[in-house]
């Protein structure tokens, strides 16, 4: 075998462009007539809202990059000034294509269905009158025009807001006349507003309240004529920097930062593609942006509050059917979750399975008398979480409860901090975790007398203890009272609340102390599998995988001939199909329904020549997963169970041809198409095996 050299640069994705690409394929959902018109749209909303975190966070770094003259490269070898550039282009050619397909797609296919989104030039007069009755009984008394003078500098422009900027002409009742305003639409109103019937022609009519402010504008600016009206958004730095080495208190130094978020450096400007060059340019330099941070669009400014459309219509059948979560069997017999779990492991697999047992399962060690002590990580949650109230209860009837919370859970910082203080005021103990390292891991730690004896009970999940993405997200949640697990997991836990060294564990494996050896361990095992002439092969899925290392380890593993299958949702920096390095890997990205979330590892050779492991994990293969962060991986190891977890969480997604990309060693991905095979959709098929037909 050739010396793979490691460090050339044509064997990685970049990752930011892997990100774009899988933008990129939910825009393809959104074209996909089969689908139901309203996921479709929701698919847009979905994508519009991805780009904007991905301005906020990726490109936010990239330019701080730039702007420091950081040369340093990743293993694609591209400058930060490289990938700045690049990211441009593509994201330029995206939003292009978003547009596009919501003038030419989605708003021909609503108006067919008779959900009508209507511009100013369809509204009937007595329609036209009403709007104008909303304008002064709702909208007027709530905007503040500014006109721009010496007196009325340049307002602090909120991060991905709506405002208008205004040309006028003429002067006011001061003599004023700079010929420009800025007018910001409230975020207290609806940004979709619905017509009543008796003003429409259906149930279901629209208007825009960016429509309603541009057609009565005027109103703002008695005695002047307005010769233009135009908006626009910014799009802000929203990566909070907190200094881990000056600070005594996580989150008064969160609360201190997250006002700041708002109005931090500007990454982009959004204009309708209507404004003049002049005024384009005039809002560039307010903001300090270039040419390049200019995105002209033909439509709504921010194409995710569309969203409420989706809410709004009630019309199942333009949506997809539901369902009701499976509960298994062994729950349903048994009202103890306790009494259950001694009779062996119970895996839940959401959104197919219900997320209810683990609120059961809270909810009878509060309730328990039996029950001494809960301890739980939350980093997500949800709003009116009935997972913190259940924590709260336990803590007001005097149960030790600990919360490890994360306060920087990215777009979350503000309800974690509120979420700590209503569990402090309830009486639990609430840590964030520990400086430097954000804890990913999900883990839930009920300790219970039995008799003469302690016994610890355990949930360990790949997802958050949110009920609401429980429906939407695939994961996997682990119930068990096995021994070991319960020690390894106490030890994580006082890792977390206290000090001291890293402590040996049995059966789990941890970031950011094991897992990364760990993963490296189970490939050579792989390899030294293949190398006595023996079957070989790993089958992972994840979220992301960047972490150099492991593709350095699996290009290894696939020049010595171990079968590399991995099914990974978003950013893949790994090229696979490259001759004599990655011919044996292949690489699949599932987009579907539901948010592809689960991360499941397979070793056909783990426990020894031949002996199969299955592990789920809160960890993506990322370096920050694996080396600054808290994770947890857990075995599973229940032969019933693990079969389970390889036929339908992973070889399941491995013959999808409906929903199926598969990435090429250019870095695009093409779809499957079953041809003349039968169709195979994996969550379909899941859907269908746990909770019935439709």
Request: proline share 5%; hydrophobic share 40%.
């Amino acid at each position: 075998m050739d010396t793979l050299d490691l460090k050339n640069p044509t064997l990685y994705i970049n990752r930011e462009l892997s990100l774009l690409e899988f933008n990129r394929r939910v825009i393809e959902q959104v074209k996909d007539e089969s689908l139901p018109l309203l996921e479709r749209l929701r698919f847009l909303c979905i994508a519009s809202t991805n780009l904007d975190e991905f301005f906020e966070i990726r490109v936010a770094g990239l330019k701080q990059q730039v702007k420091y003259s950081s040369t340093q490269t990743g293993p694609d070898n591209l400058s930060p000034a490289e990938v700045l550039a690049r990211v441009s282009e593509t994201a330029h050619q995206f939003v292009q294509e978003q547009y596009i397909v919501w003038n030419d797609l989605i708003i021909p296919a609503l108006t067919k269905d008779k959900i009508r989104l209507l511009r100013r030039t369809q509204w009937k007069p007595l329609l036209g009158r009403w709007i104008h009755r909303y304008f002064k009984d709702e909208v007027l008394p709530v905007l503040s025009p500014i006109g721009l003078d010496p007196a009325h500098p340049f307002p602090k422009v909120l991060n991905k807001n709506l405002y208008f900027i205004i040309s006028l002409e003429g002067k006011d009742a001061f003599g004023r006349d700079s010929g420009l305003a800025i007018v910001q639409a409230p975020r207290s109103l609806p940004r979709v507003v619905p017509v009543p019937a008796k003003y429409s022609e259906g149930n279901h009519d629209f208007v825009m309240l960016s429509s309603i402010i541009h057609a009565h504008v005027g109103d703002l600016f008695p005695g002047m004529s307005v010769t233009g009206c135009y908006q626009f958004k910014v799009t802000r730095d929203s990566d909070l920097f907190i200094d881990d080495e000056a600070i005594d208190d996580l989150l008064r130094a969160l609360e201190g930062e997250l006002p700041s978020r708002r109005f931090s450096d500007a990454v982009r400007l959004e204009v309708a593609d209507n404004c003049p060059d002049n005024l384009s340019r005039f809002l560039l330099q307010k903001f300090g942006l270039q040419q390049s941070d200019l995105y002209q669009v033909a439509g709504p400014v921010n194409l995710g509050r569309l969203l409420a459309i989706c809410d709004l219509v009630d019309r199942p059948e333009l949506k997809f059917a539901g369902f009701t979560p499976d509960i298994p069997k062994r729950l349903l017999k048994n009202s103890s979750i306790f009494d259950a779990l001694h009779n062996g492991d119970i895996l839940l697999h959401h959104p197919f399975q219900s997320f209810a047992p683990i609120i059961d399962f809270l909810r009878q060690a509060a309730a328990d008398p039996d029950v001494l002590s809960i301890k739980q990580t939350l980093y997500r949650t949800g709003i009116d979480s009935a997972v913190v109230e259940i924590l709260k209860i336990a803590a007001r009837a005097g149960k030790e409860v600990t919360v490890v919370i994360e306060l920087r859970a990215r777009f979350d910082e503000e309800a974690n901090i509120e979420l700590a203080s209503e569990l402090q005021q309830a009486g639990a103990h609430v840590v964030y975790g520990v400086v430097n390292y954000k804890t990913h891991a999900k883990m839930i730690l009920v300790v219970r007398r039995e008799g003469r004896a302690l016994r610890r009970y355990v949930h360990l999940g790949t997802g958050n203890y949110h009920a609401r993405t429980a429906r939407l997200y695939t994961d996997y949640g682990l119930l068990t009272c096995d021994k070991a697990i319960g020690e390894d997991v106490n030890k994580l836990f006082h890792q977390l609340t206290g000090l001291g060294r890293a402590g040996k564990l049995k059966k789990l494996l941890q970031s950011p102390f094991t897992l990364h050896k760990g993963i490296l361990n189970y490939i050579d095992k792989e390899i030294s599998a293949a190398a006595a002439g023996k079957k070989a092969w790993i089958i992972a899925k994840m979220n992301a995988l960047v972490d150099p290392e492991i593709i350095a380890a699996l290009y290894k593993a696939s020049q010595a001939g171990v079968k590399i299958d991995l099914i990974i949702r978003g950013i893949c920096c790994l090229r696979p199909g490259i001759k004599d390095v990655s011919e044996n890997i292949t690489v699949r990205s599932i987009v579907g329904r539901f948010l592809e979330h689960t991360r499941v590892y397979y070793f056909h050779n783990g426990g020894g020549i031949g002996e199969e492991l299955v592990f789920c994990s809160s960890a993506d293969w990322m370096t920050r997963n694996l080396h600054y962060r808290v994770e947890v991986c857990f075995p599973v190891e229940e032969k019933r169970t693990s079969d389970n977890v390889i036929d339908q969480g992973l070889l399941s997604y491995l013959s999808d041809n409906t929903q199926a990309w598969v990435l090429q060693s250019d870095g695009s991905y093409k779809r499957l198409k079953p041809g003349t095979s039968k169709p195979r959709s994996a969550q379909q098929l899941l859907l269908e095996h746990y909770c019935g037909p439709a």
